[in-house]
T-cell receptor
């Protein structure tokens, strides 16, 4: 079983749609959680950190459920520019990535 | 420099050749990570340094892979006797100490073994 698991997608959505991604992790000692975004042939970049109380950054909302070892990302009012791969990331000592979820937003 | 710098950006190696990939982290970043990313996959953890200490090398796929960071800044990932399955993008990331801090990535080295 992989340490961090994500639905690979792709998620094909129209502009303006709301889309949600989920992620589960296996190590209960995990202490930090992140969502990274990766564009084609580019390096990953931090989208947002994920806090236990849940947090929001504009159109993006992240949630963490430590009991279920589950992380989510909600994107509201999708834009064409949101098309990318979204990587769920968990850290205990090392930083471990999921395989990523592909999002394609279409006009 | 302002960001994480990796060199070379592209490397073509003949099977059996040794290669060395360099990573210059952001100044002051004590944590340094190496990842291997195959096409269509997420970054796979290879190894982690805190300063010059290699704290975790559990992701190195074989004893042909070796990483070092002798002075706690620049790191080198060496692959001996390259095989075709080593073809991938090798990413380096650095961060400040502290588990909650953001890791910044370099642009990666795309290795093709022919």
């Amino acid at each position: 079983r992989k340490e961090v698991e994500q639905d690979p997608g792709p998620f094909n959505v129209p502009e303006g749609a709301t889309v949600a991604f989920n992620c589960t992790y296996s190590n209960s000692a995990s202490q930090s959680f992140f969502w990274y975004r990766q564009d084609c042939r580019k390096e990953p970049k931090l989208l947002m950190s994920v806090y236990s109380s849940g947090n929001e950054d504009g159109r993006f909302t992240a949630q963490l459920n430590r009991a279920s070892q589950y992380i989510s990302l909600l994107i509201r009012d999708s834009k064409l520019s949101d098309s990318a791969t979204y990587l769920c990331v968990v850290r205990w000592v090392k930083l471990v990535f999921g395989a990523g979820t592909i999002l394609r937003v279409k006009s | 420099g302002a960001g994480v710098s990796q060199s070379p950006r592209y490397k073509v190696a003949k099977r059996g050749q040794d290669v060395a990939l360099r990573c210059d982290p952001i100044s002051g970043h004590v944590s340094l990570f190496w990842y291997q990313q195959a096409l269509g996959q997420g970054p796979e953890f290879l190894t982690y340094f805190q300063n010059e200490a290699q704290l975790d090398k559990s992701g190195l796929p074989s004893d042909r892979f070796f990483a070092e960071r002798p002075e706690g800044s620049v790191s080198t990932l060496k692959i001996q006797r390259t095989q075709q399955e080593d073809s991938a993008v090798y990413l380096c990331a650095s961060s400040l100490a502290g588990l909650g801090t953001e890791a910044f990535f370099g642009q990666g080295t795309r290795l093709t073994v022919v």
